[in-house]
C-alpha cells in the first residue's frame, strides 16, 4: 500500500515538474503570478524559467518536508504526541509502530493532496497565461479551496481516530 502511493506521488512529483517544463515554450512573455480571492490574476511578471517554476519547487519542498516528517516519525514512533498520550507512552514498541504507520499514511496522503493543489494551480496559471481570460478556470478553484477542507475532514477524523486505535492497543496488550 505505502508503495504505492510513494509512486503515486512520485508520478505527480513528475508530472507536475515535467509538465512544467514542457510547456515553457508555449508561455507567453507575462504570466500570471498572483490570484486574488475570486481566482481573477491581479499581478503579472516576466515568464521566465525562475519565475515559472516557482510553484512546483516550493510543492517539491513542501512535500519533501511532509515526507521528512513521515520519515521521523518512522524511526521514532515513541516520540510522537497523540491523543491519549498516556495510553500510548505506555504501549509496547510494536504498537507504537503501529500508531505511527497510520499517521505516516496520513501524511503520504497529505503529500498526494499538496501535490494535487499545487499541479491544478500550475494547470490554471497556464490556462490564464494561455487565453484571453484573466480568471481561473472553476475546476482549479474548486480544487485549490477543496482539496484543503478535505484534508481538514481528514486531520480531524484522524484525530478522532486515533484515541480509538490507542485503546484498542492497549487493551490487545
Same mark, same amino acid.
Given at each position: ?68 516528517? $513521515? ?20 504501549? $509496547? ?81
Amino acid at each position: 500500500m505505502r508503495r504505492r502511493i510513494h509512486l503515486f506521488n512520485g508520478g505527480l512529483a513528475l508530472l507536475l515538474v515535467g509538465g512544467s517544463l514542457w510547456v515553457i515554450p508555449r508561455l507567453p512573455a507575462r504570466i500570471p503570478r498572483h490570484f486574488g480571492l475570486g481566482g481573477t490574476a491581479d499581478a503579472y511578471w516576466e515568464a521566465t524559467l525562475l519565475h515559472w517554476m516557482l510553484g512546483p519547487a516550493i510543492a517539491l519542498v513542501v512535500v519533501g518536508l511532509v515526507y521528512g516528517a $513521515a520519515w521521523g516519525i518512522g524511526r521514532a514512533s515513541g516520540s510522537i504526541n497523540v491523543p491519549n498520550q498516556q495510553q500510548y507512552d505506555v504501549l $509496547a514498541s510494536a504498537a507504537k509502530h503501529v500508531v505511527g504507520r497510520d499517521v505516516q499514511v496520513f501524511l503520504y496522503g497529505t503529500a498526494t493532496a499538496m501535490l494535487v493543489v499545487f499541479g491544478a494551480a500550475q494547470w490554471g496559471t497556464y490556462q490564464v497565461a494561455t487565453s484571453a481570460t484573466a480568471t481561473l478556470p472553476g475546476v482549479v478553484r474548486g480544487v485549490i479551496l477543496g482539496v484543503p477542507v478535505l484534508l481538514l475532514g481528514a486531520a480531524g477524523g484522524l484525530a478522532w481516530w486515533l484515541p480509538r486505535r490507542v485503546r484498542r492497543l492497549a487493551d490487545d496488550a
